[in-house]
């Protein structure tokens, strides 16, 4: 059995890939060592789908960044507390006695990576759902807030991630950008930057998206093809370009 420090061969590969998820959620994600090492093709799989998750996000949580650097607002990690002031059991969650640590990025996507000290021994945590539609980012399951998931499980090849809030997300996909809409029950405004940081888009949704969608480029006024891709309605999105969805 490999031995690493203070941790077991289990332990270590364990570790990599609750840290790999962890680190996905986070603004920028790193490796200090490198998983192939470890020799086990397991954890280097769940390791490489973690940074491809990252990846796939890196243009949102970027966009994320840029509006906090203009508002000074922390969209990047938002603490609960902070996005939902008035709710009070999003309060005290964030200790090593209930280990709730969820955040919002972008003011849509929840995170909830498990991690702490028992990450080796734990595979599920009370999650709380503040008050609106929360969308499962790997099944697509929909959870009606406010509430509490008790003992929610979060197997190691979980994508950590709720879908809420205004239920657009923008990703990385090969060499392009697509939009992607989720069925939150939003009307509103969404912005989003782009890679020079000033470049910026707005996204009009005027009505709630439900089981068909419009989505217009206003720009060129043309009606953009919208496809469902893994629970959600996708187009390809290119920044700078205004769009309505209806």
């Known amino acids: ?7 077991s061969g289990q332990q270590l590969r364990t570790y990599f890939i609750r840290n790999a998820r962890y680190a ?52 990047t990690m938002t603490p609960l507390p902070l996005a939902f002031p ?18 919002l990025i972008n003011d849509t996507l929840l995170a909830y990576p498990l991690y702490g000290d028992v ?21 697509g399951t929909l959870y009606q807030g406010p509430r509490l998931l008790k003992n929610f499980a979060i197997p190691l090849e979980k994508t950590p991630l709720f879908v809420g809030g205004s239920g657009l997300v923008v990703e990385q996909q090969d060499s392009a950008l697509v939009g ?7 009307i509103g405004k969404v912005p989003f930057f782009g890679k020079d940081g000033v470049t ?5 949704i005027k009505h709630p998206v439900g089981k068909s969608v419009t989505v217009t480029d206003t720009r060129t006024q043309q009606q953009m093809a919208v496809t469902r891709v893994r629970h959600a309605y996708q187009f390809r999105f290119i920044a700078g370009h205004n769009y309505v969805v209806e």
């Open 200 to 204: 910026q888009s707005i996204i009009e």
């Open 1 to 7: 059995n490999m031995e690493f420090g203070d941790f």
């Open 86 to 103: 008035d709710d009070a059991k999003v309060h005290g969650r964030e200790n090593n006695r209930v280990r709730g640590y969820q955040w």
């Open 24 to 75: 996905s959620m986070n603004p920028s994600m790193s490796f200090g060592y490198g998983v192939w090492n470890l020799n086990d093709q397991h954890t280097t799989d769940m390791v490489r789908d973690a940074a491809l998750d990252h990846h796939r996000l890196q243009p949102f949580i970027y966009s994320a960044a840029i509006r906090t650097y203009r508002t000074g607002f922390p969209y």
């Open 180 to 186: 992607r809409l989720y069925a939150t029950g939003f």
């Open 119 to 139: 990450y080796a021994s734990s595979n599920s945590r009370d999650l709380y759902l503040p008050a609106g539609k929360w969308i499962d980012y790997d099944d």
